[in-house]
């Protein structure tokens, strides 16, 4: 509990500090936090009833079949696809990377997930294309999905390489 409030403490010390150097931005900062604000209060509900509905009627093996080590690569893929299609802020996308990794999804499919939801979405792609053109549009997507794979990779092999380490600190 006490962890918990450790960075939202230091954050607002942080603000406190700066607001009073720079005066001048108080309405600024203060208007924009409020908007959020009420943003996260209007969507959370919504996503929470989504998470819970989630975790009642996607079952735990489908979730292991599909996204789960046994899974391979398609799962990260799969990953990738599911962070794709979805609009909306990267926050929505926590909750749902999070019953997830509870039901089973290998830690390589979420990273993808959550680096798609964040970087690769459909709408995003077609105004890119409209404005930047179809070269740029696909060198970004094709790089994007590369060194998202790479990353999903590596992170969970460097949180494996932790886990094994600790447990063999803890014999």
């Known amino acids: ?17 700066l607001l009073s150097i ?5 309405e600024a900062v203060i208007t924009t936090s409020w908007d959020f604000f009420i943003e996260m ?4 509900p919504a996503v929470m009833i ?6 009642v009627f996607v079952p735990k093996e489908m979730v292991v079949k599909y996204l789960g080590k ?3 690569i398609k799962a990260v ?6 962070g794709s299609l979805p609009t909306g802020p990267l926050y929505v996308a926590f909750p749902m990377a999070s019953a997830l ?3 089973g999804a290998k830690i390589s499919c979420i990273i993808a997930f959550l680096s798609a939801w964040a970087c690769i979405k459909i709408p995003q792609e077609m105004v890119e294309l409209q ?16 060194f998202v794979v790479i990353m999903g990779i590596l992170i969970e092999r460097l949180i494996e390489w932790s886990d094994k380490k600790q447990t063999n600190l803890r014999r």
């Open 22 to 26: 720079f005066p001048d931005r108080q």
């Open 77 to 82: 893929f799969l990953g990738i696809l599911m």
């Open 131 to 146: 404005f930047l053109g179809p070269r740029f549009m696909a060198a970004r997507l094709v790089l994007t999905i590369i």
């Open 101 to 103: 990794l509870k039901k």
């Open 1 to 17: 509990m006490k962890r918990d409030a450790i960075i939202p403490g230091i954050t607002l010390i942080i603000a406190i500090i």
């Open 41 to 44: 209060i209007l969507i959370l």
């Open 50 to 55: 989504l998470m819970g509905l989630f975790s």
């Open 70 to 72: 046994a899974a391979g």
